[in-house]
């Protein structure tokens, strides 16, 4: 029959290129503009309802990752969740990891025990680094982390930078620790600060001693071709924030994994390997 050359499953009235249309439709635009835009390109039409069904049926795995991991970037993500009858809807946290800087990524919603059990699966060079902003949630998970291989933690220059600036007063000063904390110096840099008694001032000294172990020598790591920054995994939230807070998105919990999932895989260009047409 037509249907079987077309390799359509029972029940299912989308051929597997169809549904990959639509897949990476999704992944990029609202479920109401996806139904548009394959209305447009494929001349079928695909309701907004069933472009989310063919996204929520679709089991999306998280990368394989087969090469030597030196570098693992965690941060943290916003999405919109709708809210109870008469509530307001709310924020909620998702985490996200990249690795060996541009490398391989995904994001979990609200399951650390599976973003650590995948990062527990890769394979460490004998000597990695773990890179991060100063939220104490990501030092928490990157602790959980259980590998014979040694991690040194890194905290991220710019959100070090942007911290200090936070104190305000004088810019000499401001230069000042700038350029020792360029080249780790934690102590001098406290000592600095140590004579202004504000609040910004007292808590930016907190904030370093609770990350003294993580500000190297800067420069040095610069001259040596390592990592001092978790841009790599901040650019990748915003790739997939694109997708989950446009405008007017809210989410139901439950759906949240899947279109993390689908983005994800879409942006790495592994998203045609969850096709039908795979099959």
């Given at each position: 029959?037509?249907?079987?050359?077309?390799?359509?499953?029972?029940?299912?009235?989308?051929?597997?290129?169809?549904?990959?249309?639509?897949?990476?439709?999704?992944?990029?635009?609202?479920?109401?503009?996806?139904?548009?835009?394959?209305?447009?390109?494929?001349?079928?039409?695909?309701?907004?309802?069933?472009?989310?069904?063919?996204?929520?049926?679709?089991?999306?795995?998280?990368?394989?990752?087969?090469?030597?991991?030196?570098?693992?970037?965690?941060?943290?993500?916003?999405?919109?969740?709708?809210?109870?009858?008469?509530?307001?809807?709310?924020?909620?946290?998702?985490?996200?990891?990249?690795?060996?800087?541009?490398?391989?990524?995904?994001?979990?919603?609200?399951?650390?025990?599976?973003?650590?059990d995948w990062l527990h699966?890769?394979?460490?060079?004998?000597?990695?680094?773990?890179?991060?902003?100063?939220?104490?949630?990501?030092?928490?998970?990157?602790?959980?982390l259980e590998v014979p291989?040694?991690?040194?933690?890194?905290?991220?220059?710019?959100?070090?930078?942007?911290?200090?600036?936070?104190?305000?007063?004088?810019?000499?000063?401001?230069?000042?620790?700038?350029?020792?904390?360029?080249?780790?110096?934690?102590?001098?840099?406290?000592?600095?600060?140590?004579?202004?008694?504000?609040?910004?001032?007292?808590?930016?000294?907190?904030?370093?001693?609770?990350?003294?172990?993580?500000?190297?020598?800067?420069?040095?790591?610069?001259?040596?071709?390592l990592p001092i920054g978790?841009?790599?995994?901040?650019?990748?939230?915003?790739?997939?924030?694109?997708?989950?807070?446009?405008?007017?998105?809210?989410?139901?919990?439950?759906?949240?994994?899947?279109?993390?999932?689908?983005?994800?895989?879409?942006?790495?260009?592994?998203?045609?390997?969850?096709?039908?047409?795979?099959?």
């Open positions: 029959t037509q249907a079987e050359k077309l390799g359509v499953k029972p029940g299912i009235q989308q051929s597997p290129l169809l549904e990959l249309c639509c897949q990476r439709m999704s992944a990029k635009a609202s479920y109401r503009q996806a139904a548009r835009d394959i209305d447009l390109l494929c001349g079928v039409s695909v309701s907004a309802k069933t472009q989310e069904r063919i996204v929520n049926r679709t089991p999306i795995d998280a990368p394989d990752v087969t090469e030597l991991v030196a570098e693992v970037d965690l941060d943290g993500g916003m999405v919109r969740l709708v809210g109870d009858p008469g509530q307001s809807s709310e924020w909620k946290q998702y985490k996200a990891v990249r690795v060996n800087g541009d490398g391989p990524g995904m994001a979990w919603f609200q399951d650390n025990s599976a973003l650590l699966h890769l394979t460490f060079v004998s000597l990695f680094y773990c890179l991060g902003d100063g939220h104490a949630g990501i030092w928490a998970l990157f602790a959980q291989q040694i991690a040194e933690e890194i905290l991220d220059w710019y959100h070090l930078i942007e911290n200090l600036h936070k104190v305000g007063g004088s810019l000499k000063r401001l230069q000042e620790a700038e350029s020792l904390l360029w080249e780790g110096q934690v102590d001098k840099t406290i000592a600095l600060f140590a004579p202004v008694k504000t609040d910004p001032s007292r808590r930016f000294q907190t904030y370093l001693q609770n990350h003294r172990s993580r500000i190297p020598n800067y420069r040095y790591y610069q001259m040596e071709g978790s841009g790599p995994v901040e650019s990748w939230i915003k790739q997939i924030d694109e997708r989950v807070q446009i405008t007017g998105a809210r989410w139901k919990p439950e759906r949240v994994p899947q279109i993390l999932a689908l983005r994800c895989a879409y942006l790495s260009g592994r998203l045609d390997l969850f096709s039908p047409l795979k099959g």
